[in-house]
């Protein structure tokens, strides 16, 4: 299990990439913009992503896989009680975590992220399947990180959602929802084009007490973009229980 750590702050936080991603592609902008001194950062990578390979990835019930993975990594490495930042997939795998191990998840920021897949979510999915199709700039450090392996491995992350909309009705996790009981933070953008505005409802309506923060003109990597809006918004939210 690869994974990096930044900071010795007191308050440890796992960053959950999102599909096919790792800690370093996914969130560098947080591994160097949130405070060294409040947190101790562990950005991993999932089994059969990233660095944490081989094995080779198993899209078998994987949600609940990385999130007994991710827990198992923080407690591990000494962390009974952690906060939790996930986005897109790794926020799927948050809520998961949060919903299963409640008593180990502090605070809870997902972004980009849904419980279930609606018809828009599968015809987004749809529309950039064919990695052919994209563009060089975004297929460059999937090839760097996969090389050959690339377009198999997305071929088969979007089959993995098509069969949890087809065999499942679209639920990944909504029952596990109300189970969560880590304050709670729902971010979005609005101009997202792979996750569908409406999960953000959902979410804040089915987890006790969520917050929503909506990017008006962010799209699904708005941390990126607006790394240092979002990791102030983060970093208020993930302190906001401190002593």
Known sequence: MHYVREGTGPHPVLLLPGALGSAVSDFTPQLEGLSKEEFTLIGWDPPGFGKSRPPQRDFQDFFNKDALSAKELM????FSSFSALGWSDGGITALIMAGRFPASVRRLVVFGSN??????DIAMIDKVADVSAWSERMKAPMLEMYGAEFPKLWGDWCQAYRDF?????????????PDITAPTLVIHGNKDVMVAQEHVAHLTNNIKGAQSYIFQEGKHNLHFKYQLEFNKLVQDFLTQDKD
């Not at 407690?75 to 000494?78: D, I, S």
């Not at 909309?165 to 929802?177: F, M, Q, T, V």
Request: with cysteine; glycine share 18%; charged share 15%.
């Open 115 to 120: 419980a279930y897949i609606n018809d828009q």
């Open 75 to 78: 407690t591990g490495l000494g």
């Open 165 to 177: 909309y087809n065999e499942k009705g679209g639920d990944i996790c909504c029952s596990l929802l």
